[in-house]
């Protein structure tokens, strides 16, 4: 009886000590950020803010480095400059916050809700944003550099200039957003819908983007080298002048596509559909056009309807 009496007390003090951890409880740090819906500057690294309701708390510059933040309300939040290397924001509430200049590498932010939320010059290289809702928001220059993006949402959201190097951007709902000069290197937009997106000037080098839907997308000045688009959905797209040297556009849709002035050094065109397209004054050195559908297509050496039905 003794010994079960000593196990029980032991399993109590283990539940004890992980409720403080998960919850914050007896957690100074944590009850005056609470008490006093913020603490902006303090050293608060580890905290644990687990559920909290804390909408309008102002952490600005704060150091929530690994902080356990899940499930919190942070709604309208002042975040700015903030440090949360590590920290775990999962299914939390962002909407409306401030993150403009914060240090978030590595956070984890899985179905969390940030729609409106402004994040300027943010950093959310290697950040775990699957199924996050970024629509409406605002976050020119920040960096999303090999940031797993799956599923997450970006309707209208403002990218302008952002780095989302290597991002797994793989499906996600991209319609209206704002990617005017944004570097999408090596980026994954397999099956990605940025329809009436604006991607001018941005750069997509290598990027994949096969059965990518980009209806009505603006991408006049695009860097599109060695891009994979096979398959991908360009109706009346905007791509003059782009850069598409090497790139592979096998089986795309470029109906009523605007290619005129753009490089398409080297480009596999094979099958693809150009019925309308406008490709004057565009460089077609090299270019593969096996079976390529040409009706009313305007080529750099005149009108091609040799396809049409």
């Keep these: 009886m003794r010994t079960f009496l000593k196990i029980f007390l032991a399993v109590i003090l283990v539940l004890a000590a992980l409720a403080g951890w998960l919850f914050g409880y007896d957690e100074p740090r944590a009850r005056a950020v609470k008490a006093d819906n913020g603490c902006p500057g303090c050293d608060l690294q580890q905290v644990s803010l687990w559920a909290a309701d804390l909408p309008d708390v102002n952490l600005r510059g704060a150091d929530l480095r690994g902080a ?9 939040a002042d975040l700015r400059q903030t440090a949360m290397k590590g920290a775990n924001l999962w299914w939390s509430d962002l909407r409306q916050a401030t993150l403009d200049r914060a240090d978030l590498e590595g956070v984890s932010l899985g179905r969390a809700d940030m729609r409106d939320a402004m994040g300027a010059g943010a950093r959310f290289d290697l950040a775990d944003m699957s199924g996050t809702n970024l629509s409406g928001g605002s976050f020119p220059g920040a960096s999303f550099r090999r940031a797993h993006l799956l599923q997450a949402q970006f309707l209208g959201t403002n990218l302008q200039g952002a780095d989302l190097t290597e991002a797994n951007l793989h499906g ?18 397999t099956g990605t819908i940025l329809a009436d997106a604006n991607l001018s000037g941005a750069d997509l080098s290598g990027a994949r983007l096969s059965d990518a839907k980009l209806l009505g997308a ?28 090497g790139a592979n556009l096998t089986w795309a849709n470029l109906t009523g596509a605007n290619l005129s002035g753009a490089n398409l050094t080297g480009a596999i065109l094979s099958t693809a559909d150009l019925t309308d397209a406008d490709l004057t004054n565009a460089n077609m050195s090299g270019v593969i056009m096996d079976d390529v559908k040409l009706c009313r297509t305007k080529l750099p050496t005149g009108t091609d309807s040799s396809n049409c039905p």
């Design 218 to 245: 603006n991408l006049r000045g695009a860097i599109l080298v060695k891009a994979k688009l096979p398959v991908a959905n360009l109706t009346g797209a905007d791509l003059s002048g782009a850069n598409l040297t």
């Design 172 to 189: 996600v709902n991209m319609t209206g957003s704002d990617l005017s000069g944004a570097i999408l290197i090596g980026a994954s937009l």
């Design 68 to 76: 356990i933040m899940m499930w919190s309300n942070f709604r309208r």
